[in-house]
């Protein structure tokens, strides 16, 4: 059996999963052959797993919710530990808004359906407003920081590279960073009949996940080199980016259902899906055993 794990260039573990022989070294000695399809939009993940693309992928918090919201039966294998330098929500040094409530009736900039969803959704509840009636909001177009410093937008949610070169500039401010609203993890997720029928096969993908998280800290150089080659931007920024990731593994716990049921219900309310989604549905705790154990392994082997 061929097994495919997605890959986008905005998961870094599974980025670099991709370009090392790990996966393939881990599931060989269950019979098992790795394959990898390379997508670009991380929104896709949920989809591509119910259709069968794929077995198995990763993003960041808000794409699993949208897809149980879908349908989709996925559940959750294993998340990063928190991230909360990995992104920010700038301004203009010198502009007019200073605080999330100097957002309403603006127009922000962020990747919809991503993890940035779920930051600016959050924030902007505990402020009393709402993603849906409060912002506009907009996908990227590669003119963000411009347009930030015209005055055309308000807000720009940045990450990696992106977020390095732009406090480099000293024209931005961080109205917040990723880690003062969320815990913004990187979450592993996989069809339903997969991780139920194979655990085993799941473990040995966690495995390879974490002995490639450990490659990347140990070569934080080459990762960055790799990253500026292949997605543009300054190497000296992507090894910022990259050197602010933990690059470590944990099993997908009830505490990490509860950020995800927080999340989920923000978005419901707001409409951003268009139905209640319980996360304890795509929990699996029997998977949390054997995922300890082969994140555990892979750091004896580092």
Do not use: C
């Not at 573990?13 to 098992?32: F, I, K, T």
Request: hydrophobic fraction near 45%; aromatic fraction near 6%; avoid cysteine.
């Amino acid at each position: 059996m061929t097994i495919t794990v997605g890959v986008h260039r905005s998961n870094p573990s599974l980025y670099h999963l991709a370009r090392l022989d790990y996966l393939q070294q881990e599931l060989a000695p269950l019979g098992e052959n790795a394959e990898f399809h390379h997508y670009a939009d991380g929104t896709k993940t949920g989809p591509y797993l119910a259709d069968g693309t794929i077995d198995f992928g990763g993003t960041g918090s808000t794409p699993p919710v949208t897809a149980q919201a879908a349908g989709h039966d996925i559940v959750y294998t294993a998340v990063s530990a928190p991230r909360p330098d990995h992104g920010a929500l700038l301004v203009a040094a010198d502009g007019p808004v200073h605080s999330i409530a100097d957002l309403k009736g603006t127009t922000v900039v962020l990747g919809i359906g991503s993890w940035q969803t779920h930051l600016l959704a959050k924030a902007l509840h505990q402020h009393g407003l709402s993603y849906r009636d409060d912002i506009s909001a907009e996908r990227p177009a590669g003119d963000e920081a411009e347009r930030l410093r015209g005055g055309a937008i308000a807000g720009w949610i940045a990450q990696g590279a992106e977020l390095a070169a732009a406090r480099r500039t000293g024209d931005f401010r961080e109205l917040i960073r990723t880690g003062d609203v969320i815990t913004d993890r990187s979450v592993f997720f996989a069809r339903r009949e997969f991780a139920v029928q194979r655990p085993e096969v799941v473990a040995a993908i966690v495995t390879a996940l974490q002995r490639a998280d450990h490659w990347a800290a140990a070569h934080p150089a080459e990762a960055a080199a790799l990253a500026a080659e292949d997605q543009g931007g300054e190497a000296a920024d992507w090894h910022t980016a990259l050197a602010a990731l933990p690059w470590r593994l944990e099993p997908a716990t009830a505490e990490f259902v509860a950020e995800q049921q927080e999340a989920a219900d923000i978005f419901h309310q707001v409409g951003f899906i268009d139905r209640a989604v319980t996360v304890a549905d795509a929990h699996l705790p029997e998977l949390e055993q054997p995922v300890a154990a082969a994140v555990s392994r892979a750091a004896k082997e580092a």
